[in-house]
């Protein structure tokens, strides 16, 4: 049996190791393809390469000779067509590669805006989420003094730290009246945006990127913004989230049904016979009217695990797992479990700040039963996976307050009476 995993992030990596962990080589051949890099590498740590903390191998999880003792076939190059019809695979160099089971984990890409002047861009324009990313940001970081950040997630607010870190002026932009309210709560928000402006980045909200200019030889040299600011910079990064990279897939001989991303059954079956998806690309249709699609890298892993479970025949139903988050704003820890945003008006929460830090706590809970639903901590560290546990058991609101320290691996609020922790119920 010939297993073919396109795409060699996380989830097709982990679904190639999850193959031959349950197939020897004499069962299964398995060939991972991936037109990014010829090995797997850590996408959330492209960051401290640019940063000159990690060296591009320090990227890669697994040593490479893991490939060749798993009997792991890697080929280096681009899948531009799929006939499911015969079991094959075209690469843009005219090669083919026939197979009985295919498993599509190609990710996502950077979503773009449409604005005045972007299609005269010939360099200085960035995103951050591939090693070519890190490559074009590297090659231009050197003849570079100001820098504009446009969009106030997770990949916005590090590749803000690493221009910073280069030296350079930063503006960041943020559409939202506060930072991040996809996840954060005003105060959390606020904190947040003010922590980053003491390490001088220029952060403004309720700002949209209007227009961009470039100078005579096409590079970006300042950008305008809907409040009518002109802003000099010699590089303009584009942090507005990320798409299913699967528009190619609409061209192939045989196209799977795309939803946003590819529909997959929750046993990770695609609308095609022997072909699967998983990952950041594939969107999960969990019953009649809904579709789950979340980019988050431990969620991928999963997939890649299932979905190579229910390639070699076990029997997989995939289950939502309890949502968890980790980063760091500069220097500021973040840990966020289960739901804290998007929440029905009068969910109630519990929120204590430690005065004059960065550091805050939000515990979110059920008003019928008083159980805890969710976690956000900022400015320490903690253990996800009790905090997950705690979810998942329905710990109540008072258990998880008397036993609260029990997930720390730090101590910051060691000096706060447990009682401080603002018996009000807070509305963020």
Request: glycine share 8%; proline share 4%; aromatic share 8%.
């Amino acid at each position: 049996m010939h297993y073919v995993i396109v795409g060699n992030g996380v989830a097709g990596t982990c679904a190639a190791l999850t193959i031959r962990r349950h197939r020897p080589p004499s069962e299964a051949t398995i060939t991972l393809i991936g037109d990014e890099t010829p090995y797997f590498f850590s996408r959330t740590a492209l960051m401290y390469a640019y940063m000159n903390q990690l060296s591009r191998r320090d990227l890669e999880p697994y040593e490479r000779e893991v490939y060749d003792r798993q009997q792991i076939d890697r080929i280096h190059g681009r899948v531009v067509d799929l006939d499911a019809r015969f079991g094959n695979l075209t690469l843009d160099d005219g090669t083919t590669v026939e197979f009985d089971r295919c498993l599509l984990a190609v990710g996502a890409q950077p979503r773009m805006l449409s604005v005045d002047g972007i299609d005269d861009v010939e360099e200085g324009l960035v995103t951050f989420v591939s090693m070519q990313d890190l490559d074009e940001c590297e090659r231009l970081t050197w003849t570079t003094d100001r820098a504009v950040v446009v969009g106030g997630g997770l990949i916005g607010v590090e590749l803000a730290e690493c221009f910073n870190h280069h030296g350079m002026d930063v503006t960041f932009l943020v559409r939202e009246p506060y930072y991040w309210p996809a996840a954060f709560s005003r105060p959390e928000g606020e904190m947040i945006s003010d922590h980053i402006r003491t390490h001088g980045v220029d952060v403004r909200h309720d700002k949209l990127l209007k227009h961009i200019d470039v100078d005579d030889d096409g590079r970006v040299c300042a950008i305008h913004t809907d409040g009518g600011e002109r802003i000099p910079c010699q590089m303009l990064g584009i942090t507005i989230g990320v798409t299913p990279h699967v528009h190619w897939l609409k061209d192939v001989t045989t196209p799977p049904a795309i939803e946003e991303g590819i529909r997959v059954d929750r046993s990770f079956q695609t609308s095609l016979p022997d072909v699967f998806a998983a990952g950041d690309c594939a969107v999960v249709q969990m019953d009649e009217q809904t579709l789950r699609h979340q980019t988050i890298w431990y969620e991928a892993r999963l997939h890649g695990e299932l979905a190579a479970r229910s390639m070699i025949g076990q029997q997989v139903h995939f289950e939502a797992p309890t949502f968890y988050n980790s980063s760091k704003f500069f220097d500021v820890e973040y840990t966020t479990v289960g739901d804290v945003a998007d929440l029905p008006a009068g969910t109630p929460s519990l929120y204590r700040k430690m005065p004059g830090e960065p550091i805050s706590q939000r515990i979110v809970y059920d008003p019928i039963d008083n159980s805890v639903i969710g976690f956000s901590m900022l400015g320490s560290a903690w253990d996800h996976r009790v905090l997950i546990d705690w979810v998942e058991r329905g710990r109540t609101v008072d258990w998880v307050r008397e036993h609260l320290s029990e997930a720390q691996f730090d101590a910051e609020f060691d000096a706060l009476d447990l009682e401080a922790m603002n018996e009000q119920v807070r509305q963020l």
